[in-house]
């Protein structure tokens, strides 16, 4: 047979479409996670809104932009709704759903695009289930249906290989628990196996926690954050947690940024971000990395920076406030210093600060940030659905010498200096070692995004002579900043404190928690998760 000419074979090379599919030999796989916007039309039906994002999520797993990904992960509560809800087959049935008609467009198109694509797909969705299932004897609602908050995990054909129904809600009216938080996890044919939770998990020993602990090493997280300073705007804690795990973490974050949602981003380990993103106006787009493999630990490692936006702009991104009125905290001074060294205890839990750092001369009338040293270990509710106590030792800026505004920044029409250059910061204290404390480096700048890890050093050794284990944790900024934010260790304690899903057993619906007033919402409330 006569061969074919090496231009033709040429020209089907540039005109197919490149599937790149990693083996379980390989040192990497390719992902990609979708930061997306939906924003809702104010006379649009929930079908018609359904029908229009499940458009976009195709154009996003067909295009070209996705070509060369093994895995693509979206975003939470950006898909449908309770009145588009849909079945969602058992992952031990190993059902393709597609062209199914049991199941609604929401399912059933993802699984053919997933199948035609060769391609594995996490998706977030409302689903429905018939009440009551095996071992739930909690009362079902009048129509005879749950819904739930839920990942999908499709494999290369289509099929349903995971599903993940969220545990720790955050407002999130008329969506049930599960009796207790599923361990949710699929392996993949390139040697990975992920597992996932959702958004406010992440701020839980279980599942998030409880899945690392059985190994698992990398992890698809769909999120709808609501940012909050200092410690928990979204690649912040993103960023923090994949580091202390030393785990794989893609995160998929919806956009609203006018209501304190953005923050999309893969993260290796210690290694940090690998690309990650903050956004001030909404943006639907796909982020893709090589991502390296936990079990090739000499892989190389290829980051892909993303442009920052300034601070004035990120000034348009909407951010909560933490509870920090009761911290101990004692004032930065406003003179250059080559070594400042300083102690705050909250009570019996002591910070050591080491600072160097030098202050702009002549700063009156002008606007610059003044900085606190802060210890605290206490605790904190979130916004009415959970509570939790932290631990912390922190530097955070405050745009005034007024407490109140500590943790709130320059409105964009503001000029302000960066008047406070830190050279060097060393922190360090004392955290119990045990599995009800998850203790993380915690950054931000004044872009909102985390500093790279390779500005920093984080060592844990054991304490030597404590009645109960504890880890002596250490901190450091190792290159200068002038746009510092939030530099601390953060940790959370869970003991005493039952988890979100635990404190609503019946799966009662709850009141949607409005975050900020219903003008900045307009009329994205009705079409938004919680976290």
């Known amino acids: 047979m006569n061969k074919p000419p090496v231009l033709f074979c040429i020209l089907l090379l540039l005109v197919a479409p490149s599937i790149q599919i990693s083996t379980p030999g390989d040192p990497h796989y390719w992902a990609g996670v979708v930061e997306f916007s939906s924003d809702r039309v104010n006379d649009e039906t929930a079908e018609t809104s359904t029908a229009n994002r499940l458009a976009q999520y195709l154009s996003i797993i067909n295009s070209p932009e996705a070509d060369a990904t093994d895995v693509l992960a979206f975003p939470e509560g950006t898909l449908n709704r309770v009145a588009t809800a849909s079945f969602v087959p058992h992952p031990k049935d190993a059902i393709a759903p597609c062209n199914i008609l049991e199941y609604e467009p929401v399912v059933r198109d993802i699984s053919c695009a997933a199948r035609n694509r060769k391609k594995y797909v996490v998706i977030n969705l409302t689903e429905k289930a018939r009440c009551p299932e095996a071992g739930d004897v909690r009362p079902c609602s009048a129509d005879g249906l749950y819904h739930f908050n839920t990942n999908v995990a499709f494999d290369r054909e289509g099929v349903v290989v995971s599903r993940y129904r969220k545990f720790n809600l955050f407002g999130e009216a008329g969506i049930n628990t599960t009796v207790y938080p599923e361990m949710a996890s699929f392996e993949t044919d390139f040697g990975v196996k992920f597992g996932h939770f959702i958004c406010f998990d992440l701020m839980f020993n279980e599942p998030a926690l409880e899945l690392v602990r059985l190994g698992i090493t990398d992890f698809i997280f769909p999120t709808m954050w609501f940012s909050e300073l200092p410690f928990l705007?979204?690649?912040?804690?993103?960023?923090?947690?994949?580091?202390?795990?030393?785990?794989?973490?893609?995160?998929?974050?919806?956009?609203?940024?006018?209501?304190?949602?953005?923050?999309?981003?893969?993260?290796?380990?210690?290694?940090?971000?690998?690309?990650?993103?903050?956004?001030?106006?909404?943006?639907?787009?796909?982020?893709?990395?090589?991502?390296?493999?936990?079990?090739?630990?000499?892989?190389?490692?290829?980051?892909?920076?993303?442009?920052?936006?300034?601070?004035?702009?990120?000034?348009?991104?909407?951010?909560?406030?933490?509870?920090?009125?009761?911290?101990?905290?004692?004032?930065?001074?406003?003179?250059?210093?080559?070594?400042?060294?300083?102690?705050?205890?909250?009570?019996?839990?002591?910070?050591?600060?080491?600072?160097?750092?030098?202050?702009?001369?002549?700063?009156?009338?002008?606007?610059?940030?003044?900085?606190?040293?802060?210890?605290?270990?206490?605790?904190?509710?979130?916004?009415?659905?959970?509570?939790?106590?932290?631990?912390?030792?922190?530097?955070?800026?405050?745009?005034?010498?007024?407490?109140?505004?500590?943790?709130?920044?320059?409105?964009?029409?503001?000029?302000?200096?960066?008047?406070?250059?830190?050279?060097?910061?060393?922190?360090?204290?004392?955290?119990?070692?045990?599995d009800e404390t998850f203790v993380l480096p915690n950054n931000v700048d004044t872009s909102i995004v985390p500093i790279d890890v390779s500005e920093t050093e984080y060592t844990v050794v054991p304490s030597v002579g404590d009645p109960t284990p504890h880890n002596i944790v250490t901190y450091k900024l190792t290159r200068a900043h002038s746009d510092l934010y939030t530099f601390a260790i953060w940790a959370r304690k869970f003991e005493h404190y039952a988890s979100a899903g635990a404190a609503n057993p019946a799966g009662l619906f709850s009141a949607l928690v409005l975050i900020v007033s219903a003008a900045a919402m307009g009329g994205l409330a009705k079409n938004l998760w919680q976290c």
């Not at 999309?264 to 787009?285: A, C, D, F, W």
């Not at 003179?335 to 080491?354: D, G, I, K, P, R």
């Not at 007024?402 to 008047?419: H, P």
Request: net charge positive; proline share 4%; aromatic share 12%.
């Open 233 to 434: 705007t979204a690649a912040q804690i993103q960023q923090g947690w994949a580091f202390s795990n030393n785990v794989n973490l893609l995160a998929a974050g919806a956009s609203f940024p006018g209501v304190g949602s953005t923050g999309t981003g893969i993260y290796s380990g210690r290694h940090g971000e690998l690309t990650t993103v903050m956004n001030h106006e909404p943006q639907t787009k796909l982020y893709v990395a090589q991502v390296p493999k936990m079990t090739f630990p000499n892989a190389a490692i290829n980051k892909i920076p993303q442009p920052k936006g300034t601070p004035a702009q990120m000034a348009k991104l909407y951010l909560k406030r933490d509870q920090i009125d009761k911290y101990a905290t004692k004032d930065l001074p406003m003179t250059s210093n080559a070594l400042l060294q300083e102690s705050v205890c909250y009570e019996s839990h002591c910070c050591n600060f080491t600072i160097n750092y030098s202050v702009k001369p002549n700063l009156q009338n002008t606007n610059y940030y003044r900085y606190k040293l802060a210890a605290y270990d206490a605790g904190r509710t979130f916004d009415g659905f959970a509570d939790g106590q932290i631990t912390t030792c922190a530097i955070f800026a405050c745009s005034s010498a007024n407490y109140s505004d500590c943790s709130r920044r320059f409105a964009a029409t503001e000029a302000y200096d960066e008047a406070v250059t830190f050279n060097t910061i060393t922190i360090q204290a004392k955290f119990a070692n045990n």
